[in-house]
């Protein structure tokens, strides 16, 4: 088994896919670079940038990192995408052809859907969207199962603008269901879940230890996160009025240390039959508690490891203050060099009251 932290041998291998069988069928030897962009705010999860010294026909690439260390041999996968857009330069003696290349999802996103197309209420969503794919994308779908169906409570009908992909998308969500892509390139259907559902499948550490690069940004932003919460409920009779405020002195957001009033008024509470005044108070501190929940961006770079997008990491990096951080992997882009250094973003939320 390999051991991310210690010394290897890293060089990488290209071939060309065969489209029906899914399977290596040729060894390309020309490839001179390629980076690698997965993302989960893409439509297509990722793309690929792969520069060459003659062009290549649309084809898809499938792209394996080979590592060598202690007599342990393996060869990863790191994705598999379809070559499109080539562009060239000759400078009197080299030519160099560079090509855009993106996940198999992007033939979904080449197919438009039938005016007028819909699924009925009860059809089961997850198989809907398995054959679906299965007719109209070359990459192998997996089919997801469950003992329970997930089905549509209403007839869901395509948009005139919808691809395939979009489409798709969007029924996936009714089941609260997303794309996702193993390495192999093969389509699957993933469950949504929040930070808190996640385990961590690796801890970067800023040890002697660690494969994390020294250097590491945060951002967030705080601007117009409310202090104070109104809450304004007419239950046809009567008005009832709750207001919370966040005077904590610890809180970055509170009245104290912003120096200002920040109010967030709600007219139209979702609450259920003729509330009490307790429970408008309750409504009204909650709100404002979830309001103050404040979405980090953290970005670093590591050795390769391996983490994919979409899974939880926990930061351990004091330098910077991360201390147990559980983190959400949102983008990565892979470096397919000697160094194979990955630049990688993760998302965590932090409650700055209560």
């Known amino acids: ?11 990488f291998e290209y071939y060309e896919v065969d489209p029906n069988t899914w399977k290596d069928k040729t060894l390309i030897q020309n490839i001179k670079s390629c980076n690698i962009k997965r993302d989960l705010g893409s439509e297509t999860l990722g793309s690929a940038s792969i520069d060459i010294d003659n062009a290549l026909g649309e084809c898809y690439i499938r792209i394996y990192l080979k590592v060598s260390q202690n007599g342990v041999n393996e060869k990863i996968p790191l994705g598999i995408f379809l070559v499109q857009t080539p562009s060239s330069n000759f400078d009197g003696m080299v030519r160099n052809v560079s090509m855009d290349a993106y996940t198999p999802l992007l033939e979904l996103k080449e197919k ?16 809907e969207a398995f054959l679906i794919v299965r007719e109209n994308c070359r990459a192998p779908v997996i089919k997801t199962e469950l003992d329970e169906p997930k089905l549509l409570l209403n007839d869901f009908v395509a948009n005139t603008d919808d691809n395939w992909l979009s489409f798709i998308r969007d029924l996936l969500a009714q089941a609260k269901y997303e794309y996702n892509l193993d ?8 469950p949504k879940q929040t930070i808190d559902q996640l385990q961590p499948v690796y801890t970067y550490n800023d040890d002697n230890s660690s494969i994390l690069y020294p250097q590491i940004n945060i951002n967030h932003d705080i601007y117009g996160i409310p202090n104070v919460v109104e809450v304004i409920c007419s239950t046809g009779t009567d008005v009832h009025y709750a207001v919370v405020e966040n005077n904590d002195p610890n809180s970055p957001t509170s009245i104290q240390s912003r120096g200002r009033r920040i109010i967030y008024r709600d007219t139209s509470p979702k609450l259920p039959g003729i509330p009490t005044e307790a429970q408008i108070d309750e409504y009204a501190e909650n709100l404002l508690k979830n309001l103050n929940s404040v979405e ?19 930061l351990n990096y004091k330098k910077a203050g991360l201390i147990g951080i559980k983190a959400k992997v949102i983008s990565q882009s ?13 998302i965590f939320t932090k409650n700055l009251w209560k």
């Open 183 to 190: 390495e192999e390139g093969k389509i699957l259907f993933s």
């Open 112 to 127: 438009k859907v039938p005016l007028g197309y819909s699924l009925l209420k009860d059809d089961d969503i997850l198989n």
């Open 296 to 314: 980090y961006e953290v970005t670093y770079t590591h050795g390769y490891c391996p983490v994919r997008i979409g899974d939880c990491v926990r």
């Open 1 to 11: 088994m390999i051991d991310w932290t210690e010394s290897m041998e890293q060089s």
């Open 334 to 346: 892979i470096s397919c060099d000697t160094s194979c250094a990955v630049s990688e973003t993760a």
